[in-house]
């Protein structure tokens, strides 16, 4: 099924695609967005409105057209305006405020490095755990020899005792 497709002022998409023209601002005269029906079904992702291009660290903010778009289909744009540059480029070179990428193949990249990240930490914090209750161990296992010569000594002692007794009897 087509996803239904406007402008953000809510027209329809000229075919001709006169709507690309770049204004003096360097931005184009109109943008394709999901019709209003469309991005009330509800987001893959949260409405947000401002990034940073990576190569300049200006922050542009979209309209809550775009913004819900994205929210809606992050693979919808290839690309994106800085407003500082004011020009289009691809969304690899943008980042959402927040620090994810706006790039959904990076965003996937990203995802998969940090769940990576939380495994290994999963695993020291596993290995920390393990040395910490084998260190207890080796603790108890001295207190518990310690323990035992000590008795051995008492009854060794308390044998003497008995046996000097015995002799003085």
Known sequence: MTEERTLTDG????????????QANGMQKGYVVLSEAERAKGFVKPVRRDYRHNRCGGVTTMSQEIAETYARNPSFYSGTFCVTCRDHFPLAQF????????????????????ETAQEQAGELK???????????QAVLDDERARAKAEHAQR??????????????A
């Open 11 to 22: 027209s329809p998409v000229p075919a001709d695609g006169s709507h690309r023209e770049i």
């Open 95 to 114: 980042t959402w405020m927040d620090g994810e990428p706006m790039d959904p193949a990076a965003q996937a990249e990203a995802k998969a490095v940090e």
């Open 126 to 136: 596993s290995q920390a755990r393990d040395k910490q209750l084998a260190d207890r």
């Open 155 to 168: 009854e060794a002692q308390t044998a003497r005792d008995d046996s000097n007794k015995d002799r003085l």
